[in-house]
């Protein structure tokens, strides 16, 4: 292999905390060190540091400490320290190439990146527009959204490469924003098979912590583990909850997630369930299998068209079958394994196909087998970060590795 990658990777977040786009950058950054390649994080004040990954922190705005996850007019300002703080860092250290996460990231490294001349790769995990609406902080019909298009559209043609966390999301770079599909690279979600497998607990400690939470000890139990949001589909898993009482079918609800841990439980409680749900809060990444351990049923209510939803690919690794609502991105991953729930956004159709496992539990056994070999096939970090290290020896003139 030639000379390691010096990579600075820019993350407009509070790198790290247990969802979505944080455990793709964890997950890329340790794939990259194992690769032999150098990797430095540049994101906000907040976060946990983690063994083993150098991690630059911005200074915290003097006026608020913290900010609310998703879309937030305080993410100016602390894209703003980002800004200053990788000028600082740029000038004082020499990097191959710029590795940004987000919109705000490409932004920013193209901008700052420009005074060293740093090719720069754009990581999209979603669109710009759609993420701020899903978060109910644009309407697709008021006055700033033809603005905010605008500015995606702009930002989407400032990096040499783009990389995408699904393959909706590089068609639909090429579709509707123009982007020329020779700089658009499908770079799809994937999963740590040695930390997510099943088994990850002995069948007695399984049910040992079954009952500390209040579960029945022989199941089936449903598990959700991610963003407790509403474009997260949370309410219409609640929904099918009923749903499912309602009509006599035995199963119970593990959630684990934040923010808004209250307001779901409130919800669960107005709707008559919550002797059938039970809500844990954040589950630390580390823990997320041991978590998953505890459940016979994953359901993906994921409702977005433009983000994808890592969390499908950790319940295919614990051999978990999957209820999803039929979305391009939840067939992307899991193929003709998945048990879809149609019309997307429909309780009842969720209910449905969490029934159909539930009364079949051959099906459960030979569906949760099928999709840890998907994963195993399709969606290896390994093999996702050596097509990494060859588009940037693309980025910066080398050979690609062999």
Not at 176 to 194: I, K, M
Not at 207 to 225: I, M, Q
Not at 316 to 344: C, H, I, N, Q, W
């Amino acid at each position: 292999m030639d000379r390691p990658f010096r990579i600075l990777m820019v993350a407009p977040t509070s790198f790290f905390l247990d969802y979505g786009c944080h455990v793709r950058i964890l997950e890329e950054a340790r794939v990259l060190q194992r690769l032999g390649h150098q990797v430095t994080i540049l994101t906000y004040h907040l976060g946990r540091d983690l063994p083993g990954l150098e991690i630059i922190r911005t200074r915290p705005t003097p006026w608020r400490a913290d900010y609310e996850v998703g879309s937030s007019l305080h993410k100016l300002a602390f894209d703003l320290f980002l800004g200053w703080r990788m000028l600082g860092v740029i000038l004082r250290r020499r990097f191959d190439l710029i590795h940004a996460h987000l919109y705000d990231g490409a932004l920013i490294g193209a901008v700052v990146g420009w005074l060293r001349r740093l090719p720069l790769l754009f990581d999209r995990q979603g669109s710009l527009t759609g993420e701020m609406v899903d978060h109910g902080f644009l309407r697709p019909d008021g006055p700033w959204y033809r603005w905010v298009h605008l500015l995606e559209e702009r930002i989407n043609h400032m990096a040499e490469v783009i990389v995408t966390s699904t393959q909706l999301g590089a068609v639909q770079l090429e579709r509707y924003f123009g982007c020329d599909s020779a700089h658009v690279r499908p770079l799809p979600d994937c999963v740590n098979l040695e930390f997510f497998q099943p088994g990850a607990l002995p069948p007695e400690e399984v049910t040992a912590r079954r009952v500390a939470l209040g579960l029945p000890a022989d199941g089936p139990v449903v598990v959700y583990v991610g963003l407790l949001a509403d474009y997260q589909g949370v309410p219409h898993m609640l929904r099918a909850a009923r749903i499912l009482k309602e009509r006599g079918v035995r199963g119970s609800f593990l959630i684990g997630g934040f923010p808004k841990v209250e307001h779901y439980r409130r919800m669960a409680a107005d709707l008559g369930v919550s002797d059938r749900v039970v809500f844990t809060g954040k589950v630390p990444y580390q823990e997320t299998p041991a978590y998953l351990a505890l459940g016979d049923i994953a359901v993906a209510p994921k409702l977005s068209a433009t983000e994808g939803s890592g969390k499908i690919l950790n319940y295919m690794a614990m051999e978990l079958p999957t209820v999803a609502f039929d979305t391009p991105v939840s067939r992307e991953y899991l193929g003709s394994l998945g048990v879809y729930a149609k019309p997307a956004g429909d309780p009842a159709a969720l209910a449905d196909g969490i029934q159909a496992l539930v009364e079949q539990p051959d099906l459960r056994l030979a569906l949760g087998k099928g999709l840890r070999r998907r994963a195993a096939r399709h969606f290896s970090w390994d093999r996702a970060g050596r097509q990494l290290v060859n588009i940037y020896r693309e980025l910066v003139g080398s050979q690609p590795e062999t």
